[in-house]
């Protein structure tokens, strides 16, 4: 295999954004025994795309974080939730409804904790996978022994985020057109979210043309910039693809030769280099974080092939 051409991506090129988390609270009754809590009528993610409350909600969790709301909002977005928190989780196995009762146990002993008090945020994490990885939805509460409410029914997640991205304040990665290429981000400080970078938590890279779409136009869509690549996905763009691949723990760089086109049927031919657009359009390369409960991406880079 050929040598790649080792090209840098440095601070200056990463996204950046800002992000806050409603945390409006829905009071509820302390009697947690007779206290229900549903999700079905939650049909949409944070992120606004469509959610199947009975299938992809497999985990809720009950969180109870010592703090203000909006302190402990920032510590979600940030990833940042002290290891001590209390939690209950339940499995759901498709069902949409639960008694609060259902997330009681050695993590969480309710008949002590599940309490008035105002120096506590609790809140509920509707999730994909367990400990709150791949969260879909949030709901916040507000426990109250004089409160009548015994029933919870999770709202739709659209609008509890508020998210800004910026790609077109950000200088392009300058990349060969033809020819083999590598990019190194050894020396990034910051991620996406302004947090300090770790390069161990890069567990995914993707990397994404999108046809007739400007910089500008993607940081409008910056939730769905897979989905408008993804062949599989409803939103995809003719024309659009998609290289993706795993990155192994700790490395800094990744040689896009790598990386594997997505198909309808899986797995398709590996990248060679940027001469396979023949239209004008707009590359993005990013690199996710698997384990992150934040699922928002650490990088997000566009790249200028010239040449």
Known sequence: ?????????????????????????????????????CWDAATQDIQCHALSPATDIKYVMLVKVKGEPQQVAQQILEDTLPLSITFG???????????????????????????????????????EEPLGVGVRNFMFIEPKAA??????????????????????????????????????????????????FDASDVSDAFLAFYPGMTAAQLEQSFFDIELLADPTSPMVLPGAMLFEGKVSGGATSIDLRSLQQRTATGPGAAFTDFGVATQ???WLFAALCGSCKNPQPLIVAVIEPTG
């Open 89 to 127: 989780q339940f499995t759901t196995n498709g069902t949409t409804c639960t008694s609060l009762a259902s997330f009681g146990g050695s993590g969480f002993d309710l008949s002590m904790g599940f309490v008035e008090d105002p120096t506590f945020t609790y809140f509920f994490a509707f999730a």
């Open 280 to 282: 004008p359009g707009t």
């Open 147 to 196: 409160s009548a409410t015994k029933m919870l029914s999770a709202s739709t997640g659209c609008g509890k985020l508020t998210f800004t991205a910026s790609l077109t304040s950000r200088q392009t990665v300058k990349v060969p057109r033809q020819g083999p290429v590598a990019l190194d981000y050894s020396a990034l400080m910051t991620n996406g979210q302004g947090l300090s």
């Open 1 to 37: 295999m050929s040598q790649a051409t080792v090209i840098p991506i440095v601070d200056a090129n990463n996204y950046t954004s800002t992000s806050s988390l409603n945390v409006d609270r829905v009071e509820v009754s302390t009697d947690y025994a007779n206290t229900q809590l």
